[in-house]
Structures are given as structure tokens and as C-alpha cells.
């Protein structure tokens, strides 16, 4: 005789014949969580009832998911351009005297940047959003291959050249 709990509806059954009860269908001998069955993560794919994560649980990881996606976008754009390069694109583009050639030439980098945000950073970020549990939300990635292979490659050396 034997406690068993449905791996679907989550319903216990206690002193049942094991037999009678097929191990892909039900949890034989489980630790019974002490929280109430609305608590429970179902259905129960393992060999442990596991709890729901508590809302404020999974906000939290979702905040910090968010974070880590945008780190490694800021990281994978940091390989091609160095946040020196980056900080003098910005500060030629706001030179006094600037000219049209130079800006639409600096410009090629920022639409760039700014399409890996739209393809890459806010589609993976909208995927943790709709995440329900802490799984979901750290299996999201980001894939930014594609991005990276369409970089138009500016430099600091052509902008500062270009006179106009």
C-alpha cells in the first residue's frame, strides 16, 4: 500500500495498491509538499512535486533576465565597436560644423544599434515578459548571429576624414 499523486490533476490517493497505478500517470511514494495542491507546478513531469514560483519570485527573475539579455546585447555590440569608439561616433556627430556626408556616414552605425535592439534585445525581452515560470524565463536567449553579420563596419578614422 502506498500514497501516489496524479502527475495531471495533482489529486492524492492514499493506502492504494501501487499496481494499480502506472508510474507515467502518477508519483509513487512522493514527498507531499505541505502547501496547499493549488500551490503545486502541474502537471509533474519529474519525480518531485515542485511548488509554483510565488509572483514576486518570478517578476524578480524576470527583471533580472531582462538585465542579462541587455548586458550581453551591450556586450556583443562592445565586440564590434568599443565604448570609446562609440562615445567619439557621438561626439563627432555633435561637433560644431559637422556635415551631411559625415552624419549620414556615423548614422549607417546608429541605424545598425538600433536594429539589434528592435531584432535581437526587445523580442527577447518581450519572451521573458510572457514567461509563466522561472524555466521559461531562463531558457529565453538572446541570438543576435544574424544581427552582427549585417554590421557596416564604420570607423572613427573614416568618419574623422570625411570633410564634406
Known sequence: ????VNRVTGQVHVSVNTPDYPPEDYLIHPVI???PRGHWQ???LGSVILLKPSTEILAARKTIRKDEL???YKAALDQCYTPAQQLKFIALLAAPGNNVERTTYISQGLTWEAQGAALCLFPAQDQVDAATTLEE????TLATTGWLATDPKISVRTAEAING
Not at 500500500?1 to 501516489?4: I, K, L
Not at 524565463?137 to 529565453?140: L, T, Y
Open 42 to 44: 502541474l502537471p509533474i
Open 33 to 35: 509538499p505541505s502547501e
Open 137 to 140: 524565463v531562463d531558457a529565453v
Open 70 to 72: 541587455a548586458a550581453e
Open 1 to 4: 500500500m502506498a500514497t501516489v
